[in-house]
T-cell receptor, first 116, second 110 residues
Framework: DTAVSQTPKYLVTQMGNDKSIKCEQN?????MYWYKQDSKKFLKIMFS???????INETVPNRFSPKSPDKAHLNLHINSLELGDSAVYFC???????????????FGPGTRLTVL | DAKTTQPPSMDCAEGRAANLPCNHS???????VYWYRQIHSQGPQYIIH???NNETNEMASLIITEDRKSSTLILPHATLRDTAVYYC???????????FGTGTRLTIIP
């Protein structure tokens, strides 16, 4: 009954490779997010999708491409991985406040990406 | 570009109330105060939010000063499982963007 799930939990890969991280939420939420937490523990938003449409893009390199096949899934594809991409990536979801919800975000367990 | 200031770390004895302060002197009238926490190696977890009235839920209480320039998150009976980094975030109610600062690392001492 996991609310927000991510796969894989750990990802170790070489520089230059392309990799994807998957995220699924079973909460029926309309909005999903990707956050990056670097080695200094700074947590920063990357993208946000609402009903499969991109609504926030925080100046992330073009190598990062989110894809939302439906509103329960938001995957993150990263091309040409660089050393600086090593971080923990968190997916989150929330319900629209227009529906009467508080808008709190529910986070997944994170994917630790290590680029060698 | 977080709009809040929090002490970097605090300790609290197990069973006592943990009071975590947050300054947000530039808060605007339509911005809410949200609190999240991140337990080691886990995703952040929503705790509570408020606009100007004090709020309480099953996890914590939130006290917001009358001028709204600061607030305090209170964990009434801290347990070891409350050891985490606590983030105070100010944002518009309908704004999906959470801007995390450096937070307060709260350590509960047995």
């Amino acid at each position: 009954d996991t609310a927000v799930s991510q796969t894989p939990k750990y990802l170790v890969t070489q520089m230059g490779n392309d990799k994807s991280i998957k995220c699924e939420q079973n909460l029926g939420h309309d909005t999903m997010y990707w956050y990056k937490q670097d080695s200094k523990k700074f947590l920063k938003i990357m993208f946000s999708y609402n009903n499969k449409e991109l609504i926030i893009n925080e100046t992330v390199p073009n190598r990062f491409s989110p894809k939302s096949p439906d509103k329960a899934h938001l995957n993150l594809h990263i091309n040409s991985l660089e050393l600086g991409d090593s971080a923990v990536y968190f997916c989150a979801s929330s319900q629209d406040v227009t529906s009467g919800a508080w808008g709190e975000q529910f986070f997944g367990p994170g994917t630790r990406l290590t680029v060698l | 570009d977080a709009k809040t200031t929090q002490p970097p770390s605090m300790d609290c004895a197990e069973g006592r109330a943990a009071n975590l302060p947050c300054n947000h002197s530039t808060i605007s009238g339509n911005e809410y105060v949200y609190w999240y926490r991140q337990i080691h190696s886990q995703g952040p977890q929503y705790i509570i939010h408020g606009l100007k009235n004090n709020e309480t839920n099953e996890m914590a209480s939130l006290i917001i000063t009358e001028d709204r320039k600061s607030s305090t998150l209170i964990l009434p009976h801290a347990t070891l499982r409350d050891t985490a980094v606590y983030y105070c975030i100010v944002k518009d109610f309908g704004n999906e963007k959470l801007t995390f600062g450096t937070g307060t690392r709260l350590t509960i001492i047995p």
